[in-house]
């Protein structure tokens, strides 16, 4: 049986790229593998899999009752297939924080470190095969770490994830900060995008004091974009929470180069976590934020009700 390899349902570079990647690592050792895509992947990914000559994978709904798989980017049960738990889940490679809630048919490899991105624990997970890895799939690797780490702006970047990304780097002759620039303003293209689809673009949901959650976040080197529509988009996050089971949409628009976020206020019970969690003081329906970049490490450990 083929083994499939997929991420989260919200694709970002990382959930796009380190399943194709993780897919070349398994044929290249004699593993049948194909990478999959839960959900329609954001602008920037679209254009590091054109730019690396990769067609996008499959988009899946479900997995099938004994589907061989790997999980990447992910191990929260929220971000998977509904039949994910009658699956044949082979391992977990992952960088977030484990969420629980999974059930395998027998003992898994789980691998999940503290590094700013999963192409780089694939990397270190590769060993000397790493050496082996045609261009493609170093663009691929090089891309989803520059994207996690913002190139390298992100509190959650590691060295281990910078060494690794400036030795792709040298060795496909690429500029980083060129290269990161052209990734970041296909990120920042988001005119194609309904609110609905901007809100759940790059989104998690966590549960925090009882309080159901959709984190999400929107990095943009071009802020105002974003924040033309704020109110339309303020209008959408009670329906989006309606129909996706949660208590509230939290949107963070993450400036790259000013490095802060704007988080948007709707209602009394943004305000109110807003305050809490990041001692802010709210007037308006907009708050900033200095120096918040990043969800995993200053936004989803901060949040309170």
Not at 22 to 32: A, R
Request: hydrophobic share 45%.
């Amino acid at each position: 049986m083929t083994t499939l390899v997929f991420g989260h349902k919200s694709p970002d570079t990382d959930s796009t790229g380190s399943p194709l990647i993780w897919e070349w690592f398994l044929n290249h050792t004699g593993i049948e593998a194909k990478a999959a895509l839960l959900g329609t992947p954001n602008t920037e990914a679209q254009f590091v899999a054109k730019r690396w000559g990769f067609d996008l994978p499959e988009v899946i709904a479900d997995v099938q009752d004994d589907q061989s798989c790997v999980i990447v980017d992910t191990n929260n049960p929220a971000e998977l297939p509904a039949n994910i738990n009658n699956a044949d889940v082979l391992a977990i490679i992952d960088h977030h924080l484990l969420v629980g809630g999974l059930h395998t048919k027998k003992p898994i490899n789980i691998t999940i470190r503290p590094l700013a991105c999963t192409a780089t624990i694939m990397h270190q997970m590769m060993g000397d095969h790493a050496g082996h890895m045609p261009e493609g799939i170093k663009g691929l690797m090089l891309s989803c770490i520059l994207s996690d780490t913002l190139a390298f702006r992100s509190p959650t970047t590691t060295e281990m994830d910078k060494e690794i990304a400036e030795a792709l780097a040298k060795d496909l002759g690429i500029d980083i900060e060129a290269y990161a620039g052209e990734m970041f303003e296909a990120k920042s293209d988001i005119s194609a995008f309904s609110d609905a689809e901007l809100l759940r673009m790059d989104s998690k949901e966590y549960e925090v004091g009882g309080k159901k959650f959709r984190v999400s976040v929107l990095e943009t080197t071009a802020p105002k974009v974003v924040l033309d529509r704020k109110a339309s988009l303020m209008e959408t996050m009670p329906k989006v929470a309606k129909e996706d089971k949660v208590d509230e949409v939290l949107l963070f628009v993450v400036d790259i180069i000013k490095e802060e976020a704007t988080m948007l206020i709707p209602n009394d019970l943004a305000k109110t976590v807003a305050e809490k969690s990041f001692d802010a003081t709210v007037e308006g329906d907009s708050v900033v934020l200095p120096g918040v970049m990043s969800r995993k490490k200053q936004i989803i450990p901060a949040l309170k009700v």
